[in-house]
């Protein structure tokens, strides 16, 4: 999972982060930036049995995944408020569904390949090659195909 300055920063838009406002947390454990340790995380519903143990008061616990800092665990005062205190990560698996809801695995690769295909010796060449990650290159893919938006280099254009 890319958890990179690079892709946090490709995240952190409104078109994505509107979709994860969307999602049911109680499903999925997802990746996100959380802004107040200033890390890479794991957030997830917290079911009541956990909630007694750890003194949680809200339904969702912040998890950092870098182990080696101190604070590796924030548990929002609320429910409502975590959403402006982190940027969702999306796993490639869900930027797939994003673009692909009901398409079988052979159909979003050859889409895919389709495009990237399509802008081979073209200067679009260069645009995909400055990801580094299959979950950059897919959200590069998703915000074209669903948004018209390119990647800068540091934000986002409509095409």
């Known amino acids: 999972m890319d958890t990179s300055e690079q892709y946090i920063k490709m995240s952190d838009c409104e078109e994505i982060q509107e979709v994860y406002k969307e999602f049911d947390l109680t499903k999925f454990p997802n990746y996100v930036y959380d802004k107040v340790t200033e890390r890479a995380?794991?957030?997830?519903?917290?079911?009541?049995?956990?909630?007694?143990?750890i003194g949680n008061k809200g339904n969702v616990l912040i998890v950092s995944i870098e182990s080696n800092r101190e604070k590796n665990q924030y548990v929002p005062e609320y429910e409502g408020d975590f959403h402006n205190s982190i940027i969702w990560l999306p796993r490639q698996d869900q930027l797939q569904e994003m673009v692909f809801a009901n398409c079988l695995p052979?159909?979003?690769?050859?889409?895919?390949?389709?495009?990237?295909?399509?802008?081979?010796?073209?200067?679009?060449?260069?645009?995909?090659?400055?990801?580094?990650?299959?979950?950059?290159?897919w959200l590069a893919f998703c915000m074209s195909e669903k948004y018209g938006e390119t990647w800068n280099g540091d934000s986002w254009i409509r095409e």
């Open 41 to 53: 995380s794991i957030i997830f519903w917290t079911p009541n049995r956990l909630k007694e143990m």
């Open 106 to 137: 052979e159909e979003m690769l050859d889409e895919l390949s389709s495009v990237t295909r399509k802008h081979m010796d073209s200067p679009m060449e260069d645009y995909f090659c400055q990801f580094t990650s299959m979950e950059q290159l």
